[in-house]
Structure formats: C-alpha cells, structure tokens
C-alpha cells in the first residue's frame, strides 16, 4: 500500500538538486493538468502538492517519493 499523508504533513523528496521539504497543501485524488503535463493520480495512490519551505515553488509527487518529517 502507498504511503498516505495529509495536508499539513511536513515532508521531504530528493529532487536531482538535492533533499528539499516542504508542506502538502492539497492532496490530489484524480488526474491533475499541471504546466502542460498530467500528474495521475487516485484515491488510493493520490499526488500531494507541496509548497517548498525555501521559496514559493509547488511540486506533486507521489507518497513513494515523500518522507514525513518530524514537527
């Protein structure tokens, strides 16, 4: 089973700059259209959206690519 957060979770991913963590604000349970490309996602493997705590850049990743951190 996919890991599964909620909004507010603070988490981290590894993008190909390095470690990078954030906050989820919006969990996504069908395919999201974003900048041109279609993130799949469902209820039971959603994509989370996530607002970088360093700028204001948003990501969606999926559960597998997320570490929860502690508070």
Do not use: C
């Not at 991913?13 to 996504?28: D, F, K, L, M, Y």
Request: charged share 25%; hydrophobic share 30%.
């Amino acid at each position: 089973m996919a890991k599964m957060f909620k909004v507010g979770d603070h988490v981290s991913w590894n993008p190909e700059a390095g470690r990078v963590s954030g906050r989820i604000v919006q969990v996504h349970t069908s395919d999201v259209n974003d900048k041109g490309y279609v993130h799949h996602a469902s209820e039971s493997d959603p994509q989370y959206e996530i607002k970088s705590d360093k700028t204001d850049h948003v990501a969606l990743h999926k559960g597998g690519a997320l570490r929860l951190l502690p508070p």
